[in-house]
């Protein structure tokens, strides 16, 4: 995917656009989304802030170096030009896309940038051929449950076991697809 490609756009022309493209995780601005990202559940996890060790420490066990093509990609949002959100999306199986690392800073929230996300996400699987897409939250992030029902996704039995996931979505991607 080219990174100059527009893949999801909003605004209305007296805001701040959202525009969203696929950029490789370990660019400057990539970087410090992720580490934002990581700062940000891990400290509400802990209850407490996070340092940049720890941070540190948290990239390394969870690399994204399975989200790149042909098997996944990683997309940052820009608001105005601004990085300020980002998110990954890596295929499963051939017909099971997961997102993963779906982050809008605090203060872009409630700007669209979390729909701007999920539009370019779903593109992004539909590209790698994906039938639907799946993710796994936890109960804490209250308000990206709410985000992901808001479009479209529904709780699904677990299809994973990992250590923070209590929450299980899914979204068709083809109409008529049936779920696994």
Do not use: Q
Not at 11 to 23: K, L, Q, Y
Not at 85 to 113: F, M, N, Q, S
Not at 114 to 125: D, I, K, T
Not at 150 to 167: K, Q, T, V
């Amino acid at each position: 995917m080219d990174r100059n490609v527009i893949i999801s756009e909003t605004g209305d022309g007296a805001t701040p656009r959202w525009s969203v493209v696929a950029e490789a995780f370990n660019t400057p601005d990539a970087t410090a989304l992720r580490r934002a990202y990581y700062a940000e559940v891990a400290g509400r996890y802990w209850k407490r802030s996070v340092t940049e060790a720890e941070i540190d420490e948290g990239l390394l066990d969870f690399p994204a170096d399975d989200l790149t093509p042909p098997t996944g990609s990683f997309l940052v949002g820009r608001w105005g030009g601004v990085p300020l959100a980002c998110a990954g999306i890596r295929l499963l199986d051939p017909r099971t896309a997961e997102l993963t690392r779906i982050y809008v800073d605090p203060r872009a929230r409630g700007t669209g940038g979390g729909a701007a996300l999920l539009a370019a996400l779903e593109e992004a699987g539909r590209a790698l051929g994906a039938e639907r897409v799946r993710l796994d939250t936890r109960s804490d992030l209250v308000e990206a449950r709410a985000l992901y029902a808001r479009h479209g996704y529904r709780e699904i039995p677990a299809y994973n076991s990992g250590p923070y996931a209590e929450h299980w979505f899914e979204k068709p991607l083809v109409p008529g697809s049936v779920p696994a």
